[in-house]
């Protein structure tokens, strides 16, 4: 088949929430099928591994934007009630090099990676021609407007209306990518009870995360045992949840573990600490150690993993590579939820500062059950998180058109010369549904 792949950011390199998911599902396409990728890069650092990325597609088609610049974009969004995220994420000249593509001819499927870039199909000029009769896929992976509800929970008096504001619009617009796209993906079965409108619509698909078994396995760092108690978290440092988290867990329950074992030590491991993240690291006790080239080698060296965040949507990634480590992870219930495994026995979840510092001082004077819990949390990955078998799902969805669009598009192709039309739509497998 012939695919298109939109994202809204450039699937490499795989370091983070979102790039983890597009890269694997590009590199499982790409493998199978003639994919063009067209994407958007708004970290100047990453125009450094186009290549990387050109040698994985057929063709690719990329445009950087400047984040900061684009904040611009926000006020006419507002005053023309569209979401802030779709126009910052839209670009005229990106959108001009797609439909030159398919100027040169159709494609069988376009595949959407996050939500704004469905507007790439909405204003496309093929929009009502080769654009109806292909197969329309979003991957939305978390419903982001169930996350902008959060911020706005939690947000200052400033921020907070700017917060419902994008709810309210990307809800509507999470509703419009429903009736248009033939299947809508997300990460897991929450996600899909929280979509707006009713999470249990014919056209809305779960599909899990995974993990890279080979790279993410305990055998593949060796490093020397610390010298202190070492409890670690991972994750972007200029993302608002992770930034959330570790703080409350430096301020709540570091001191609580510090008076039982004096020589405990947080690692809070990844790029881009805010100056509130750096702060942290001018206590007794707690290193930032800001971007590293290897996650793996803080992960070999703790005695806990954890994952503090009180704001969370799908599947946290950092969750996943602790347990495909062989490593006990305490977690609260946001970021455990839509991770299959059992608590107590393959994972811990622990509900406020109290019971998060017990169950962390137990397992630090525990080495057996440490280690248990590691090894069963890194067989529950085997099982359930393996990406190729995650993502087979997607050879049923290259084949599925909804038939709400194949009725939609049979009615625009008698009106267009027959442009639209195609067969009635198979029904998926129960693993598809699921």
Not at 236 to 251: I, K
């Amino acid at each position: 088949m012939r695919l298109l792949f939109l994202a809204h950011r450039i699937p490499y390199p795989p370091n983070k929430g979102d790039k983890i998911r597009s890269f694997h599902l590009l590199d499982y396409l790409a493998r199978r099928h003639e994919l063009h990728l067209a994407c958007l890069v708004d970290d100047p650092e990453d125009m450094s591994y186009l290549p990387e990325m050109a040698v994985r597609v057929c063709s690719l088609m990329v445009e950087q934007i400047r984040p900061r610049a684009r904040k611009a974009l926000a006020l006419g969004a507002v005053l023309a009630g569209r979401p802030i995220t779709v126009a910052h994420f839209h670009s005229r000249a990106l959108q001009a090099k797609m439909d030159v593509l398919l100027d040169k001819g159709a494609v069988d499927a376009v595949i959407c990676f996050s939500s704004p870039m469905a507007e790439y199909v909405f204003r496309s000029r093929h929009a009502k021609g080769s654009l109806a009769s292909a197969v329309r896929l979003m991957d939305l992976i978390d419903v982001d407007s169930r996350k902008w509800e959060q911020y706005a929970a939690n947000a200052s008096a400033l921020l907070a209306p700017i917060y419902r504001y994008e709810a309210h619009h990307l809800a509507a617009y999470e509703r419009r990518i429903a009736a248009s796209f033939d299947r809508v993906v997300v990460v897991s079965e929450q996600e899909m009870s929280l979509f707006p409108g009713g999470g249990l619509a014919e056209n809305i698909v779960a599909v899990s995360n995974g993990v890279d078994l080979e790279f993410f396995r305990p055998e593949a760092c060796a490093v020397e045992a610390p010298a202190r108690h070492t409890v670690v978290f991972t994750g972007m440092m200029d993302y608002w949840p992770n930034v959330d988290g570790v703080t409350w867990f430096a301020n709540a329950v570091l001191p609580t573990l510090q008076v039982a074992i004096p020589d405990v030590e947080l690692l809070i491991v990844g790029g881009r600490p805010t100056r509130e993240v750096q702060r942290l690291g001018e206590r007794d006790g707690v290193k930032v150690t800001g971007f590293v080239r290897d996650v793996r080698e803080y992960l070999a060296r703790a005695h806990v993993c954890i994952a503090p965040l009180r704001v969370a949507r799908g599947i946290q990634n950092k969750v996943l590579e602790a347990m495909a480590m062989g490593k006990v992870v305490v977690s609260t219930p946001e970021a455990f939820e839509g991770i299959r495994a059992v608590v107590g026995e393959e994972i811990v979840v622990a509900d406020g500062a109290e019971p998060f510092a017990e169950h962390v001082l137990a397992l630090l004077r525990d080495p057996t059950r440490r280690r248990e819990i590691g090894q069963k949390a890194r067989a529950r990955v085997v099982a359930d998180y393996a990406w190729e078998a995650n993502l087979r799902i997607f050879d049923e969805l290259l084949a599925v058109r909804s038939e709400a669009r194949v009725s939609a598009a049979v009615q625009g192709g008698a009106k267009t010369g027959g442009l639209a039309g195609g067969p009635e739509a198979p029904r998926l497998s129960a693993r598809a549904r699921r």
